[in-house]
């Protein structure tokens, strides 16, 4: 596509349920990373994929958080027993791994509140 | 550990005003340096980048900022703002020791007065 796709755009769900956040990136990038934006905070750093390589999870702020990457494509940000501490927006952003053009582009987000 | 940090957090300056927002990284070796900006309501977007050259690199609206690599910074300058830069900047970096992965600063944000 065009853009890199977030979805859902707006997600509320109930403590304790679990949650799927989907990422399109753009096509031909190989590097997808997923960052948290709260509420008067800044990009908080989650997870990044780069081609083949291992992904680095050292963002995760907890076990009840995973991500995968099928086919060096879509990506799936998973959230389990959600709390009420996860509600924030949830950033995807893709990018060329290397190069001279690895700026990433970021969706518009996901916003995830939990009641 | 790899870190790029943004001094100022908040940041409120009147129409025609100059604005400088600082960026410095603490990574080894050859980097790559980005300001992204976040205006409200709306997704994150490039304003300027560098990678080798020149470094003093124009951006976009009248943005530049200039590669110090003495000092491991990366400012983001503008001679006059407008009403409508009021928004979040984050300068980001990647390359050198850090890899491929884009670190972030933790942002500024900039409210301009009409």
């Known amino acids: 596509g065009a853009g890199v796709s977030q979805s859902p755009s707006n997600k509320v769900t109930e403590k304790g349920k679990d949650v799927e956040l989907r990422c399109d990136p753009i096509?031909?990038?190989?590097?997808l990373y997923w960052y948290r934006q709260s509420l008067g905070q800044g990009l908080e750093f989650l997870i990044y994929?780069?081609?083949?390589?291992?992904?680095?999870k050292s963002g995760l702020p907890s076990d009840r958080f995973s991500a995968e990457r099928t086919g060096g494509s879509v990506s799936t940000l998973t959230i389990q027993r959600t709390q009420q501490e996860d509600s924030a927006v949830y950033l995807c952003?893709?990018?060329?791994?290397?190069?001279?053009?690895?700026?990433?582009?970021f969706g518009q987000g996901t916003r995830l509140t939990v009641v | 550990a790899q870190s790029v940090s943004q001094h100022n957090h908040h940041v409120i300056l009147s129409e025609a005003a100059s604005l400088e927002l600082g960026c410095n990284y603490s990574?080894?070796?050859?980097?790559?340096l980005f300001w992204y900006v976040q205006y409200p309501g709306q997704h994150l977007q490039l304003l300027l980048k560098y990678f080798s050259g020149d470094p003093l690199v124009k951006g976009i609206k009248g943005f530049e900022a200039e590669f110090i690599k003495s000092k491991f910074s990366f400012n983001l300058r503008k001679p006059s703002v407008q009403w409508s830069d009021t928004a979040e900047y984050f300068c980001?970096?990647?390359?050198?020791?850090?890899?491929?992965?884009?670190?972030f600063g933790g942002g500024t944000r900039v409210l301009v007065k009409p």
């Open positions: 980001a970096v990647n390359g050198g020791a850090a890899g491929n992965k884009l670190t």
């Open positions: 990574y080894g070796g050859t980097v790559n």
């Open positions: 952003a893709s990018s060329f791994a290397q190069g001279v053009s690895t700026e990433a582009f």
């Open positions: 994929f780069q081609g083949n390589s291992a992904p680095d």
């Open positions: 096509s031909g990038h190989t590097a």
